[in-house]
Structures are given as structure tokens and as C-alpha cells.
């Protein structure tokens, strides 16, 4: 077992994980801390050291408006029962990172996870990431800190003024975790890892972070695949704020010059002499607006797009990609436009022009309660529609992409599929809940994790299961073939019915943005 190893930076030692077979490596450093003369600064590669390092702690959490495990919301209960006894502070870009290896010359491929969090929230040892369970199928996987939120994401003209003329404006987080994936490159093979066969996945921001990972042209040549859970971000002509949307720098600049005004803080000399709790103490205090206030920014050097417009204009590596969602976030809160009347869907297909009557007789809506549903369904719905465009776009390029969606019994209240309820499942972590999972929920389990796995092997999710099960056929998704992996009881592959009204969606999409 790998249990010390020698990294560019000097010697790190592991510990034996729960299982016997998995080396841990907790708190391992990518980057110098980014404090003091570096806070809202890009990351500095860490500096070497003597001796050997242990890695035996998690590194503190980054800062957040809230600690996480502090008080009785759904998701302490859910996913952070533990936290409160760690850290946060500024100092948080570390690594987790769990290797089945018993020498570097195995060269097992490498599974990168970013966590969501709505870029505001969340730490990259939550209790359902438990990187032993999906390590011990042969794949060394690697858990990802950044900077989240204020200190991940602002933008203000003293920061632009500040910043080199080939330098990347703002976009911290974003720039912690490209850091943390190059040196992962770079590294990867001291933990018996292939630098060669890196594939990345995140959920919810993660997914949005995956995405922006992907596009980016500061990682060309780093990334062999990616997984992009809840959701994928796509924009239709029709929208007026598509989902994923990321701010322009002059948008995210005035921002920050309001941020300051509204906190009393005269400029960035200020804010830099004051204490990360201090600045956080101000982000707390002001309206519900500010709790997303700080995310990616289209910068024009790491991000030089949308992301969708890189889709459209097929400006993203032609890798494998499996994307998806869970149904049950799909049919309520955040992710599920207002319902509409019938007098809003046709109110709504005025933006077709000439074939506004074409797409009302495609959709087969007669009445308030037909049009009610459509929101709930592919043809409007924010996460299935982007989902399955998405790969319908996909397809017409040539470009292979695996379509899943999670609609599984979670026990325990009637929360149902919510969001993140699937990262017990691809996580193999379901013993780390406090939900009674039984027999069933474990054997889905056990197929989820293969699938994610052998996806990142070999690019292709098919194959055999942990115990040596063949799983049943994932078809990559085709346009008129309409394949879907569905994740309930069992894992069951579908096919999906004809939908005219998102076809028309997509088409009229591809006239505003292909360019």
C-alpha cells in the first residue's frame, strides 16, 4: 500500500482507511494559503517543505456565510452531522485524496470530484463523499477545496486595476480548482494514478464548475471526461435568464463596488486589512439577494464564454460526458419555472412568431391544467430540458453522451429525490446516512458507483458491477433513439417519448446562438 509518497513538494504520509485496502491522504496542499497579500489574488502553487508531511486532518473548510452542522435545516441533518467540529478559515486549498494502489507504477485512472454548494457553501469531506467506498474499485480519487463565495468570486475595479495585463480576473475558485487539477497532473502518478486518464465530476456548482472546468482553454489536454450532475446548463432563445448563467465583468465589478458600499468599506486597502470574519460578518447581515451573489464570472481569459455558447459552436473538448439530474428536485423549488396558465403558454409561444400555433398543437395543451404540467416535464423544465437538449445537441455533433436521471426511493420522510440524494448512491456511501437504506437502495448503489467508475476507466459506463455483475446497457444517447439511464429501484434503461415543442425549443436555440 501506498502509505508514503514523494510528491514535487516534498514526502507525504497516509493513513489505512476504514478499508484496509485504500491509502488516505487528508489535507494534502495544492496551493500556497491564500491569505494575507494573496487573499483575491490567483493561486500560488504551494511551496515545498521538509521532512515528511502527515496527512493524517481535513483542512479547514473554506469560509462561508454559515458554518456548516450549525443549526436543524434539512441539509445539517442530511449531509453535515459532523462539521461543526471542524475548521474554516482562508486557508482551505486541500486535497483528499484516497489511492487503492500498491505501487505508482499502476497507473489506475483518476476521479476528480468538486462539490456544489451554489459556489457559497459546501467542503470537500461532507459526509457522503466517501471516496474509500469508490476508490476500491480501482480508481484513485481525488476530493477538491476551493474558494467559495466573497473570497472565490469577487470582482471589483481596484481587483481588475490590480490585476496583470495576462493575468485572469477574479474567478478565484475557478482558478483554485484548475490549480488543483494540474497539479493533480502533475502529481497524481506518485499516488499510483495515470495523469493520463483524469475525469472530473461535480454536482449542483460542481457541475457548474465542471462545466466552466471543461470549457476553459487553461486545461486543454488535462481532462479525458466528465460528469455533470444537477445539471448541465443550457440556454434557449426563449429565456431571459437561462440556468448556470455567469456574469459578465462588468456586471460582477459594480457588484463589488455596491458590496463595499452597502458593507461601509471605503476600498480594497480596506477590505484586505479586515478579517475574514469580519467580511463575513457583513455578507451575513445583508438581504436574501447577496446569498448568490458571488459566482463565475466571464473574465475573457479563463472563462471566455458562456458555457452554452461553447456547446452550441462546439468549442469544448470532444470527450465522453454523462449528465443527468434527480426527478424529485425537477418537480418543485428552485429548479421548476412558475407554473403557467394556458393563457401563459400562449402568452409564451408568441416567442415562436409564424409558428406560435405549430408548437400550441405540437404541445397538445388545451387547458389551465394541461399547461400547469408542462413546467414538470422536459419541454419547460429547467434541469430535464436542459439535460436532454443537451444531449440532443450532443448527438447531432458527433459527440458522445450519456443521459441518466435519478428517480429512487429515499426512506426515511417523504423528502423524495432531492437534490444531492443521488451522492449517497454514486458515492456508495449510504452507511454514512442516517436514513434506514435497506437491501435494495444498497444493490442500486452498488450499480450507480460501477457505472460512474467504469465511466471513468474506460469513457464508456458499461461493463460489470463490483461484485462482477454485468450492469444492464447504458446506450449512449442518439438523436430518434432517445436513450436514458433511469436510476429507481433498480437501474433501468428507457427510451424517451417524442417531444416536438423542445425540439422546436432547440432549433430556434441553435439559430440565436450558433455563430
Given at each position: 500500500?501506498?502509505?508514503?509518497?514523494?510528491?514535487?513538494?516534498?514526502?507525504?504520509?497516509?493513513?489505512?482507511?476504514?478499508?484496509?485496502?485504500?491509502?488516505?491522504?487528508?489535507?494534502?496542499?495544492?496551493?500556497?494559503?491564500?491569505?494575507?497579500?494573496?487573499?483575491?489574488?490567483?493561486?500560488?502553487?504551494?511551496?515545498?517543505?521538509?521532512?515528511?508531511?502527515?496527512?493524517?486532518?481535513?483542512?479547514?473548510?473554506?469560509?462561508?456565510?454559515?458554518?456548516?452542522?450549525?443549526?436543524?435545516?434539512?441539509?445539517?441533518?442530511?449531509?453535515?452531522?459532523?462539521?461543526?467540529?471542524?475548521?474554516?478559515?482562508?486557508?482551505?486549498?486541500?486535497?483528499?485524496?484516497?489511492?487503492?494502489?500498491?505501487?505508482?507504477?499502476?497507473?489506475?485512472?483518476?476521479?476528480?470530484?468538486?462539490?456544489?454548494?451554489?459556489?457559497?457553501?459546501?467542503?470537500?469531506?461532507?459526509?457522503?463523499?466517501?471516496?474509500?467506498?469508490?476508490?476500491?474499485?480501482?480508481?484513485?480519487?481525488?476530493?477538491?477545496?476551493?474558494?467559495?463565495?466573497?473570497?472565490?468570486?469577487?470582482?471589483?475595479?481596484?481587483?481588475?486595476?490590480?490585476?496583470?495585463?495576462?493575468?485572469?480576473?477574479?474567478?478565484?475558485?475557478?482558478?483554485?480548482?484548475?490549480?488543483?487539477?494540474?497539479?493533480?497532473?502533475?502529481?497524481?502518478?506518485?499516488?499510483?494514478?495515470?495523469?493520463?486518464?483524469?475525469?472530473?465530476?461535480?454536482?449542483?456548482?460542481?457541475?457548474?464548475?465542471?462545466?466552466?472546468?471543461?470549457?476553459?482553454?487553461?486545461?486543454?489536454?488535462?481532462?479525458?471526461?466528465?460528469?455533470?450532475?444537477?445539471?448541465?446548463?443550457?440556454?434557449?432563445?426563449?429565456?431571459?435568464?437561462?440556468?448556470?448563467?455567469?456574469?459578465?465583468?462588468?456586471?460582477?465589478?459594480?457588484?463589488?463596488?455596491?458590496?463595499?458600499?452597502?458593507?461601509?468599506?471605503?476600498?480594497?486597502?480596506?477590505?484586505?486589512?479586515?478579517?475574514?470574519?469580519?467580511?463575513?460578518?457583513?455578507?451575513?447581515?445583508?438581504?436574501?439577494?447577496?446569498?448568490?451573489?458571488?459566482?463565475?464570472?466571464?473574465?475573457?481569459?479563463?472563462?471566455?464564454?458562456?458555457?452554452?455558447?461553447?456547446?452550441?459552436?462546439?468549442?469544448?473538448?470532444?470527450?465522453?460526458?454523462?449528465?443527468?439530474?434527480?426527478?424529485?428536485?425537477?418537480?418543485?423549488?428552485?429548479?421548476?419555472?412558475?407554473?403557467?396558465?394556458?393563457?401563459?403558454?400562449?402568452?409564451?409561444?408568441?416567442?415562436?412568431?409564424?409558428?406560435?400555433?405549430?408548437?400550441?398543437?405540437?404541445?397538445?395543451?388545451?387547458?389551465d391544467e394541461e399547461a400547469a404540467k408542462v413546467t414538470l416535464t422536459d419541454s419547460l423544465n429547467m434541469l430535464l430540458s436542459n439535460s436532454r437538449a443537451?444531449?440532443?445537441?450532443?448527438?447531432?455533433?458527433?459527440?458522445?453522451?450519456?443521459?441518466?436521471?435519478?428517480?429512487?426511493?429515499?426512506?426515511?420522510?417523504?423528502?423524495?429525490?432531492?437534490?444531492?440524494?443521488?451522492?449517497?448512491?454514486?458515492?456508495?456511501?449510504?452507511?454514512?446516512?442516517?436514513?434506514?437504506?435497506?437491501?435494495?437502495?444498497?444493490?442500486?448503489?452498488?450499480?450507480?458507483?460501477?457505472?460512474?467508475?467504469?465511466?471513468?476507466?474506460?469513457?464508456?459506463?458499461?461493463?460489470?458491477?463490483?461484485?462482477?455483475?454485468?450492469?444492464?446497457?447504458?446506450?449512449?444517447?442518439?438523436?430518434?433513439?432517445?436513450?436514458?439511464?433511469?436510476?429507481?429501484?433498480?437501474?433501468?434503461?428507457?427510451?424517451?417519448?417524442?417531444?416536438?415543442?423542445?425540439?422546436?425549443?432547440?432549433?430556434?436555440?441553435?439559430?440565436?446562438?450558433?455563430?
Amino acid at each position: 500500500m501506498l502509505r508514503e509518497v514523494e510528491v514535487k513538494n516534498g514526502k507525504l504520509k497516509g493513513l489505512i482507511g476504514k478499508d484496509p485496502r485504500i491509502a488516505v491522504f487528508r489535507g494534502v496542499p495544492y496551493a500556497q494559503p491564500p491569505v494575507g497579500e494573496l487573499r483575491w489574488k490567483a493561486p500560488e502553487p504551494a511551496k515545498d517543505w521538509e521532512g515528511v508531511r502527515e496527512c493524517y486532518e481535513y483542512g479547514d473548510m473554506a469560509m462561508m456565510r454559515v458554518h456548516p452542522g450549525i443549526g436543524d435545516d434539512f441539509y445539517t441533518k442530511e449531509l453535515h452531522p459532523t462539521a461543526a467540529s471542524y475548521g474554516m478559515s482562508e486557508d482551505c486549498l486541500y486535497l483528499n485524496i484516497f489511492t487503492p494502489a500498491e505501487t505508482k507504477e499502476d497507473n489506475l485512472p483518476v476521479f476528480c470530484y468538486i462539490h456544489g454548494g451554489g459556489y457559497q457553501d459546501g467542503y470537500n469531506y461532507e459526509v457522503e463523499f466517501d471516496g474509500e467506498r469508490v476508490a476500491r474499485r480501482g480508481v484513485v480519487v481525488v476530493n477538491i477545496a476551493y474558494r467559495l463565495g466573497l473570497f472565490g468570486f469577487l470582482a471589483h475595479p481596484e481587483i481588475t486595476a490590480r490585476t496583470g495585463e495576462n493575468e485572469i480576473i477574479s474567478n478565484f475558485g475557478m482558478q483554485d480548482q484548475s490549480l488543483a487539477l494540474h497539479w493533480v497532473k502533475e502529481n497524481i502518478r506518485a499516488f499510483g494514478g495515470n495523469p493520463d486518464q483524469i475525469v472530473i465530476c461535480g454536482q449542483s456548482a460542481g457541475a457548474g464548475s465542471v462545466q466552466s472546468q471543461l470549457c476553459s482553454p487553461y486545461n486543454e489536454g488535462i481532462i479525458k471526461g466528465a460528469i455533470i450532475q444537477s445539471g448541465v446548463s443550457m440556454a434557449f432563445f426563449d429565456e431571459k435568464e437561462p440556468f448556470g448563467k455567469s456574469i459578465d465583468l462588468d456586471v460582477a465589478e459594480q457588484r463589488g463596488v455596491t458590496f463595499f458600499k452597502d458593507a461601509g468599506i471605503k476600498d480594497l486597502e480596506e477590505a484586505m486589512s479586515m478579517s475574514a470574519e469580519d467580511l463575513m460578518e457583513k455578507v451575513r447581515n445583508f438581504k436574501p439577494s447577496w446569498a448568490f451573489g458571488f459566482s463565475t464570472i466571464i473574465d475573457g481569459k479563463f472563462v471566455k464564454e458562456s458555457v452554452w455558447d461553447s456547446y452550441y459552436n462546439g468549442r469544448v473538448p470532444n470527450v465522453p460526458l454523462i449528465v443527468g439530474c434527480c426527478f424529485g428536485e425537477t418537480q418543485g423549488g428552485l429548479f421548476v419555472n412558475k407554473k403557467m396558465t394556458y393563457a401563459d403558454f400562449e402568452k409564451w409561444a408568441e416567442n415562436f412568431g409564424d409558428k406560435k400555433d405549430e408548437v400550441i398543437r405540437a404541445s397538445g395543451i388545451t387547458n389551465d391544467e394541461e399547461a400547469a404540467k408542462v413546467t414538470l416535464t422536459d419541454s419547460l423544465n429547467m434541469l430535464l430540458s436542459n439535460s436532454r437538449a443537451f444531449c440532443e445537441l450532443r448527438s447531432a455533433q458527433g459527440r458522445e453522451t450519456y443521459l441518466y436521471l435519478f428517480d429512487h426511493d429515499i426512506p426515511g420522510d417523504d423528502a423524495g429525490s432531492f437534490h444531492g440524494s443521488d451522492l449517497w448512491f454514486m458515492f456508495d456511501s449510504l452507511g454514512n446516512s442516517w436514513r434506514p437504506f435497506e437491501g435494495k437502495h444498497y444493490d442500486l448503489a452498488r450499480q450507480v458507483t460501477s457505472y460512474w467508475t467504469n465511466f471513468v476507466k474506460t469513457g464508456n459506463p458499461n461493463g460489470k458491477d463490483y461484485n462482477g455483475n454485468p450492469l444492464p446497457q447504458w446506450k449512449a444517447y442518439k438523436s430518434g433513439e432517445r436513450d436514458m439511464m433511469k436510476f429507481a429501484d433498480t437501474s433501468t434503461p428507457v427510451k424517451l417519448e417524442d417531444n416536438p415543442v423542445l425540439d422546436m425549443r432547440l432549433e430556434f436555440s441553435k439559430k440565436k446562438f450558433i455563430k
